[in-house]
């Protein structure tokens, strides 16, 4: 249909679906029903990849579909294209049909979830008063949450809270930018939005603090932080971090306000303030092998090498370090997410679109090659290539434009087409002059998932640093700190000179939050006890059964957070215990150890003593 592909469907997912085509806007309930609506929205939520029928079918009925389940969704999609409009060929275009499955094709459509990230990413990139601006126009077109007319469907929640926390991220980013700017009612309401998304956000705290002082009302700040500190209080058995009572102290004493706030360029991490890269630490044997694996690559021989560690030990450095080195070489980049496994081929498409942006064929040239890349379609044609088309397509596209580099970040979150992709390029491409380096955490990676069984040219496996390998930074407490993680190291440097733009304390203490309520609990009373400690010892503190906490502990082992030691537990890194330990009050170390002291001595005196019963908490 001609002049298609400039008629965008404007379409909104913030608060209830809305459509607006050919001029007529159309709510959540002129879609023809709910299941024609829902697979509208799954679509929508795919971004343009193709959505398998059966994978349709599991999201609208679960465990039970119905006996015809792909006739009921071809049922639903031809309801869908009537209502969205009478032009059958237009409709057609929208939705689109393969095999066994449907896809959205979004380059008819202006998706309103499409141009806040895209403004958020331009924002993560500018100066602060540009950033201030996209960050304005992205909170905009938050009209409500996220498919908001499905408030219990499991694909939505999923959605929906993703959102949630870029848009707590955008408010919090916004209020800082206002305060750079020097519009202090600005930044509090941006502030004041983001506490009730999230009571318990430290920085929205510290935020709202800064502006309500830097408006003179001093009281009202004051007042901020007694009720943010009662919450922590009552509800965790915290105290804030040591930043948010600093700030607290400074208003008391009416400290000058122009020294209190941000300032309008912020030290990306990584960098001194100066904006010097901290040098990397200890990995010049890592990154010299990948560097020689890569460049014997350009030389005429593909390879595939991967870096495997747990997390702060520095992977995305490496690969960092290894672009900076590779001067007049086509490189490609991505970081594959948790969010986007169950959509094809996406990191990969990232990686080669940034490699070959200026050299990507015309629509229609390689016809299978829009499986992999979906902006290839030419717009009149439907068919569906077999997977192995697509991948030949590459093939073809890979040779004409070598040599390049793919460099692939979190690979343990990559979907299995992908992974699929990187094994059958590395057979095909054996003598083409292509290296791809991808870099995963090793333990979140099983043994028998597809990632463990691509056969890599080398494995470079990333291990905590020395001391010796520390001591550039001129702390001799650091690796019994940090336990040789280099993330930990550089971001407690940073956190001294006041460079990082959340603090340290607050990204440490929620990454223990997300491994539940018991486990933090455990984890902050642990921090009492010290660097080691009895699981006795803390089940009888803190109420619960033995085994239970046993168990807990183990877990938590597995997630790097203690390591065994001995018959008892022992933090990993001591930087984690010691920023827990500050969230916790004297008064309550008090208690705590009174009562250790109190049930040793009944144990002592009565070792046939029942132990106490757990609390429910």
Not at 18 to 25: E, K, M, S
Not at 137 to 159: F, H, I, M, N, T
Request: with cysteine; net charge negative; aromatic share 4%.
């Amino acid at each position: 249909m001609p002049g298609l592909a400039t008629e965008k469907v404007t379409i909104r997912l913030f608060g209830p679906l809305a459509v607006t085509i050919d001029g007529r806007r159309m709510g959540p309930r002129d879609l023809g029903g709910v299941r024609p609506k829902q697979v509208l929205e799954l679509l929508l939520a795919a971004r343009g990849h193709r959505v398998p029928t059966a994978r349709l079918a599991e999201q609208l009925w679960g465990q039970r579909p119905p006996q015809d389940a792909g006739g009921s969704l071809q049922t639903f999609v031809s309801v869908l294209r009537r209502r969205l409009t009478p032009d059958r060929e237009h409709a057609r275009a929208l939705v689109v049909t393969e095999a066994e499955a449907y896809r959205v094709d979004t380059q008819l459509v202006d998706l309103d979830l499409d141009r806040f990230d895209t403004l958020l990413e331009s924002a993560s990139r500018a100066p602060a008063h540009v950033a201030r601006r996209c960050l304005e126009q992205a909170l905009s077109l938050v009209r409500g949450e996220v498919l908001e007319d499905e408030p219990y469907a499991d694909w939505a929640q999923e959605l929906r809270g993703a959102y949630q926390a870029r848009i707590l991220g955008a408010r919090l980013d916004a209020a800082e930018t206002g305060l750079v700017a020097r519009d202090y009612s600005a930044a509090l309401e941006h502030a004041d939005v983001a506490i009730g998304m999230d009571g318990f956000s430290e920085r929205a705290h510290q935020l709202a603090m800064l502006a309500l002082y830097a408006l003179g009302r001093q009281h009202r700040a004051l007042e901020t932080y007694r009720r943010f500190h009662a919450l922590l209080d009552e509800e965790l058995g915290l105290e804030p971090l040591p930043e948010t009572r600093a700030l607290q102290s400074s208003i008391l004493r009416q400290q000058d306000v122009s020294t209190l706030l941000p300032g309008p360029s912020r030290a990306k991490a990584g960098q001194r303030p100066g904006g010097a890269p901290i040098a990397l630490l200890g990995r010049s044997k890592e990154l010299d092998t990948v560097q020689r694996i890569t460049r014997r690559a350009l030389d005429g021989s593909f390879s595939l090498a991967l870096v495997e560690g747990e997390p702060g030990l520095g992977k995305s450095r490496l690969l960092q370090e290894l672009a900076s080195s590779l001067p007049a070489t086509r490189i490609g980049r991505s970081t594959c997410s948790e969010l986007e496994r169950h959509l094809p081929y996406v990191p990969l498409a990232t990686a080669i679109r940034e490699a070959l942006h200026d050299l990507l064929p015309e629509p229609g040239a390689l016809p299978a090659l829009q499986e992999i890349l979906p902006e290839l379609r030419v717009d009149d044609d439907s068919r569906a290539f077999a997977q192995v088309d697509a991948l030949e397509s590459l093939v073809r596209l890979v040779e004409a434009h070598a040599p390049l580099v793919l460099l692939l970040d979190d690979l343990q979150w990559a979907d299995t087409s992908t992974l699929g992709a990187l094994a059958y390029i590395q057979r095909r491409c054996a003598a083409i002059p292509v290296a791809v380096v991808g870099a995963f955490r090793g333990d979140e990676v099983a043994d028998g998932d597809p990632l463990r069984r691509l056969t890599p040219t080398a494995v470079v496996r990333l291990e905590a640093l020395t001391e010796s390998e520390l001591a550039p930074l001129g702390d001799a407490d650091l690796h019994e700190q940090t336990g040789g993680n280099p993330g930990f190291a550089v971001a407690l440097r940073q956190r001294a000179a006041g460079d990082l733009e959340q603090t340290f304390g607050e990204t440490l203490l929620a990454r223990c939050r997300a491994e539940g309520a018991l486990a933090y609990r455990l984890l902050v009373w642990a921090s009492v006890l010290g660097e080691a400690f009895a699981p006795e010892d803390l089940s009888e503190v803190i109420r619960v059964d033995p085994l239970e906490v046993a168990e807990e502990l183990d877990r938590l082992c597995d997630r790097r957070l203690l390591r065994v030691a001995g018959s008892g537990f022992r933090f990993r890194y001591g930087i984690v215990r010691d920023v827990l330990l500050q969230t916790v009050s004297p008064a309550r170390r008090r208690v705590l150890h009174e009562r250790l002291a109190t049930t040793r001595r009944d144990r002592q005196s009565d070792p046939n003593q029942p132990r106490a019963m757990p609390l429910v908490r």
